[in-house]
Structures are given as structure tokens and as C-alpha cells.
């Protein structure tokens, strides 16, 4: 049940024979909004290009890509999904030791240990609400060349702002470290926080980005990587040939980054997770943190139940939580949600409440 990762979630519906339809999925942070009209008219209408191979430079869609996010296409790595990405990164830069802020999304991990990177930890606490210390990651300059860090952070949400991580950048570029934002949940937060033009103009910094948060795509897997141009050729060099299919990179050229949708998902967001927060704030035995992102960390209070005791019963009601107890530095008692429709987030509330 708990490989690492959430949104696991056929395994568990196959032997309590609950049909996916009837699912209620707060442990994927995907886009409530879905896919829109447009993007199912694209892939309706793309079906005979998967007969072809794909363009193994993803031309068309990184020109698309550089476009709207107002930088060149050389500046842009496009690959199956973040995930991809993200393993590139201590392989193709021959990285040695590289730092993790936990608790954070476990690939971050495996990309390094699989490169053969000894990977270095710090850890946000539970008596500074799980904040993010960029000095002490400051500190940590001189030892590693890689720093990996996760903004709004997954699964705490919690939210680094734009200046201290430029000061931050700044400083890893003295010290020739690279450092490696994801982005992943960035369309999701308040305010102006990302550094994905930044990135272009330094040598050491790299932006994450995925399609599949924001667009309610993880089965069709893209993501891309904002860098200076030197370092999206070498990490390129490692890239399989022909990693983007041919779908997914139609959806980028075609439409899929329409500025409308992503405003309007982003409001959407900010009304629905301050009201789910706020309803989740009313549940006594429970903690939620002030969510960044679109989704919600919380904490159980009291020893009666925990994280996974939680996931079983609220299976009974057909709704999938995140048990956070396989994340470094959390333990049984923090579990995450996802913002979903307001119907789906009041079903949520009414189980929660039953339960505490």
C-alpha cells in the first residue's frame, strides 16, 4: 500500500472490489477542474500520429513551452514527466552528494542513490511548523553539489519565497552547487514565488515543472526543466531517445497552456482550500497547517487513532486519504489531502468528523 508514493490506488480497489468510478481520490493532488474541452478535442483528434515516432527533440512543444513562459526553447528540457527529470539530474551532472530537505517526495532520494549520490539530509521540525531553514541549507553550500528542494514543499505545503531563494541561488553559484527547485505545485500557491526565468540566467540553478498537477494529465506523463542553456544540453545527452511521446508533446504545441485555465484554476483553488481549511480547522482531534499548494497537511491529535488506522476507515466511506507516514521525518500521526469539488470536500469533512 505504501511504496513511497501516493495515488496508488488499484491494488487496494481490486481486493476490496470497489468499483474506480465510485472512488473518491484525496490522495492524488491533481486538478479538480479536470481536463479541459480542448485538450480532450487534441488527443481525440491526435490518434494517427501515434503511428509515427516522436520528435525526439520535442521541437514543436518546447517552442510552445518557451513562449508562454517567456524564455528561449534552448532553455528548455522536456521529459516524461518531472519524474524523468528529476533522475537525469545527479546522473548527468556526475553529482557526488547531494542534499534533500525532508520530508519531501521520495524520488528525490532514489534519483540520488540510483546515481550513486550519497544523499544528505535536513529536516523541517514540527515545532517551527515544519518551515523550511534556508540558512541552515546555506550552511550546507560548501559540502554537497546538489541541493534538491520542493516549493511549495510536498507533502507540508509549505511556501519559500522568491527573494530568499534567489539570495539562495546566488550563493550556489559562488560555491559552483547546483541547486534543483521543483516547482510541481507553484500554479497552485499565492503570489509570485516561482523562478523559472531565473533560471535562464544562471549556471547552476534548474526549475522542475509537470503537467500533471496542473493539468490533470499523470497518466499521459510530461514534465520539463527550465535551465541555462549549457546545462539542459548536458543533462539532455543523457535523455532516451524518443522519452516524449508523440501525444503529449501535440498537447504542448497545440493548446494545452492556455493562461484562462490557469487563472481560473488558480482561483479556484485559493476559494476552495481556505474553505476546506477551514472546515478541517473545526474537527476537533485533527490539525490542519495553512495550506500553499492544493492540497492540505494535517496532524492527528491524541493516540486513539493514527494516519494509517484513518486511511483504512475512511476506505469504508470510499474515500482515499494520504497516509504521510512513509515520509523521512513524519511519523503515524500526519496524513494529506487534496483540494477537490466542494461537494467531494463536504463528503470529506462529514467522514472526518465521524470519525474524531
Not at 488499484?10 to 480542448?38: E, Q, V
Not at 534556508?134 to 510536498?154: A, G, S
Not at 553559484?173 to 533560471?199: C, P, W
Request: glycine fraction near 6%.
Amino acid at each position: 500500500m505504501l511504496s513511497g508514493h501516493g495515488g496508488n490506488i488499484a491494488k487496494i480497489i481490486s481486493s476490496r472490489k470497489i468499483p474506480l468510478r465510485r472512488i473518491l481520490d484525496f490522495s492524488s493532488n491533481i486538478n479538480p477542474l479536470g481536463i479541459t474541452p480542448k485538450v480532450r478535442s487534441i488527443i481525440a483528434k491526435s490518434a494517427g500520429i501515434v503511428t509515427r515516432y516522436p520528435d525526439p527533440e520535442c521541437s514543436l512543444a518546447r517552442e510552445a513551452l518557451a513562449g508562454f513562459l517567456g524564455i528561449n526553447k534552448n532553455n528548455i528540457l522536456i521529459g516524461n514527466g518531472s519524474n524523468e527529470l528529476i533522475h537525469l539530474v545527479p546522473r548527468a551532472l556526475g553529482c557526488r552528494n547531494a542534499l534533500i530537505y525532508q520530508p519531501a517526495f521520495s524520488e528525490y532520494e532514489s534519483s540520488a542513490r540510483l546515481a550513486g549520490t550519497k544523499a544528505h539530509f535536513l529536516f523541517a521540525k514540527e515545532s517551527d511548523d515544519f518551515r523550511i531553514d534556508l540558512k541552515k541549507v546555506r550552511d550546507y553550500i560548501p559540502k554537497v553539489d546538489l541541493i534538491i528542494l520542493c516549493n511549495p514543499n510536498n507533502p507540508t505545503g509549505f511556501l519559500l519565497k522568491k527573494s530568499a531563494l534567489l539570495e539562495l541561488a546566488k550563493a550556489c553559484e559562488r560555491n559552483k552547487t547546483f541547486l534543483l527547485v521543483d516547482e510541481t505545485f507553484i500554479e497552485f500557491s499565492e503570489g509570485n514565488n516561482s523562478l523559472i526565468k531565473e533560471a535562464t540566467r544562471f549556471k547552476y540553478l534548474m526549475v522542475l515543472r509537470s503537467l500533471t498537477k496542473s493539468f490533470s494529465l499523470p497518466g499521459l506523463r510530461v514534465g520539463y526543466l527550465a535551465a541555462g542553456k549549457e546545462l539542459i544540453r548536458k543533462i539532455g545527452l543523457f535523455q532516451p531517445t524518443w522519452s516524449v511521446n508523440a501525444i503529449a508533446q501535440q498537447l504542448i504545441a497545440e493548446g494545452i497552456l492556455d493562461p484562462q485555465f490557469i487563472n481560473k484554476t488558480k482561483a479556484y483553488i485559493t476559494k476552495e482550500k481556505q474553505f476546506l481549511f477551514e472546515r478541517l480547522l473545526e474537527i476537533e482531534g485533527m490539525y490542519p497547517y495553512y495550506p500553499q499548494a492544493n492540497f492540505i497537511f494535517c496532524k492527528i491529535l491524541g493516540k486513539r487513532i493514527n494516519a494509517k488506522s484513518l486511511f483504512r476507515r475512511l476506505i469504508k466511506s470510499r474515500i482515499f486519504i494520504r497516509d504521510c507516514s512513509n515520509f523521512k521525518g513524519l511519523d503515524n500521526r500526519f496524513f494529506r489531502v487534496a483540494v477537490r469539488e466542494r461537494k467531494d470536500n463536504l463528503y470529506l469533512v462529514s467522514c472526518l468528523k465521524k470519525v474524531f
